[in-house]
Nanobody
Framework: QVQLVESGGGLVQPGGSLRLSCAAS????????LGWYRQAPGKQRELVAT???????NYADSVKGRFTISRDNAKNTMPLQMNNLRPEDTAVYYC???????????WGQGTQVTVSS
């Protein structure tokens, strides 16, 4: 069982920055594929960024060049650095983890990010 806890959300003005973090329990964090997803009001949950166990990264087109995903296997954390934020980035951001070879998905409880002047 893996538990994920997000932190770092809040209110920021357009053009500002936030750093989200996902803290995970479990001793085999390093082999999991990880990711950040978001869900805006009235919309479906969408992929923001993913990072594999060997640190290959993938980003949604809407956040490329502005967001950076990383992982620290020693600390069992996954930060998401978000720069040049836009009002359309407003959403609840969720941390996701998936072990290899298993049809299991772990989700955090979400953290609210609001971009507004």
């Amino acid at each position: 069982q893996v538990q994920l806890v997000e932190s770092g959300g809040g209110l920021v003005q357009p053009g500002g920055s936030l750093r989200l973090s996902c803290a995970a329990s479990g001793r085999i964090f390093s082999i999991y594929a990880l990711g950040w997803y978001r869900q805006a009001p009235g919309k479906q949950r969408e992929l923001v960024a993913t990072i594999t166990s060997d640190s290959s990264k993938n980003y949604a087109d809407s956040v490329k060049g502005r967001f950076t995903i990383s992982r620290d296997n020693a600390k069992n954390t996954m930060p998401l650095q978000m720069n040049n934020l836009r009002p359309e980035d407003t959403a609840v951001y969720y941390c996701h983890a998936k072990p290899p070879f298993l049809r299991i998905d772990y989700w955090g409880q979400g953290t609210q990010v609001t971009v507004s002047s």
